[in-house]
Every structure is written in structure tokens, then in C-alpha cells.
């Protein structure tokens, strides 16, 4: 793709295990009103492949798999084609829920991989730096993910009357990509699927093992695109040239 500017691939500096990326990018969109997040263009690029293009130029990351709507595989395939996207091993289908495609992500990365990085399609602006200081925490403690500070005082709400104010200085908010040994993730989101729990990210299936998970510094441009708002605050970011 001609429009398409590389990230700047940097040395890998260090020796770390082999690590595949899982990008998940199943969901319906429910809250965008129509638009497909996935493809919508941003500054010219397709979400998805900005999302992806982080994990192809990090020295971190040594392989990709995307897992996407069965009516999209096509189309990324195409878009990374066009994009020389060479560490995509394979695009595959998502399933019912996060763990089930998570799942079948991970029954296709390479048998060396010792480390997986689980990161929402819908995250285009991840920056190398939160993908290299995440793998490389989670090579080292077994489990790590980026974090950022609430800024707003978070309520407890229960039948409409605040229960509880916890401790701001104390909440963080999750983003990915998640990194954790790819054996231990395994055995997490299988244990989360036989018991059907309602997990949202990754770490809450390892924190359910009773595995601790470190956090690495998180970036606050590092957001999900989510609702049409977002999409706004995104293309602000780099019209700001943060990200390019």
C-alpha cells in the first residue's frame, strides 16, 4: 500500500524467548452504529493493519496471528498482502467469545513460541515501546500487562446507590497487549471456558489460576476503539504525530 508508512524497526537489544502475537479482531462492532471498526480507515490506514503493523516492525515479537469475523478473512489477508505484512503465520476464525478466539489464536502459533501477546485488533495506536516493555517483563515474571492510572473516581453502584468509593491511587486501567507464557495461558482460558466464566481480558483468566500478574507501563494514546468517539480521539492523536 503506497499510503502506508513502516514504524521504524529497531535492534532487538536483547535475547528473549520466541513470542507469537494473537490479535484478536472478532467482534461485531455492536457499538459503532454501523461501521465496521475493524476496516474503518484511519488517516488512510485500516484499523486492523495498524494494529498489526506495531507487531510486525517490534524485534519483540517474532510472529503474528490474526483472528477475525469469517467474512474478514479475505479482506485482511489482502490488506497484509498488500502491506508485505511477512510475519503474519495465518488469519483465522474467531468464535463465540474473547476466550474462545483467543483459543484458536493460540492453536496456531509455532511450537518455539515460548511467550504469547494477546492484543485487541482494535488497539491501532500501541506503541513498540509498551509492546517491548511488556514481553519483556513477561519473559522475565511469567505474566505481564500495560496499565494506565484512572483519572476518574471510580463509584461502586449497586441497585443505583454507590455501595463504595475505592482507593483511586489503587486502580489501573488494563490494555494490551497481554504477555504471558504461552503454556500458562493455555491452561487459563481452558479452565475459563469449562467453567464458562465471563472474563473480559486475558490476565483475569490467569488471575483466576491463582498467578500473580505484573504490570508494565501503559501508554494513555494506547486506546480502544470502541464507539465513533473514539475513532475521533484517535485520528486527534495522530493528527498530533504522536504516533507516526
Known sequence: MGIFKRRKKEPRVVKLPCASAVIVAAGS???MQGIDKICT???????????IAAFEASPYIDE???VTR??????????CADADMKKVRCIVKGGESRVESVQRGLMHISREAELAAVHDGARPLVSGAVIAKTVSMAAEKGAAIPVVPVKDTIKRVVDGIITETPTRAELFAAQTPQVFKADILKA?????????LAITDDASAV????????VAEGDECNIKITTQAD???????LERGGME
Open 29 to 31: 462492532s455492536r457499538r
Open 41 to 51: 480507515e484511519l488517516r488512510g490506514i485500516p484499523v486492523i493493519l495498524r494494529s
Open 64 to 66: 503474528i496471528i490474526v
Open 70 to 79: 469469517e467474512d474478514l478473512i479475505p479482506v485482511v489477508g489482502r490488506l
Open 188 to 196: 487459563a482460558l481452558t479452565k475459563a471456558a469449562e467453567e464458562q
Open 207 to 214: 488471575e483466576l489460576l491463582g498467578m500473580s500478574v505484573s
Open 231 to 237: 475513532l475521533i480521539l484517535a485520528e486527534a492523536i
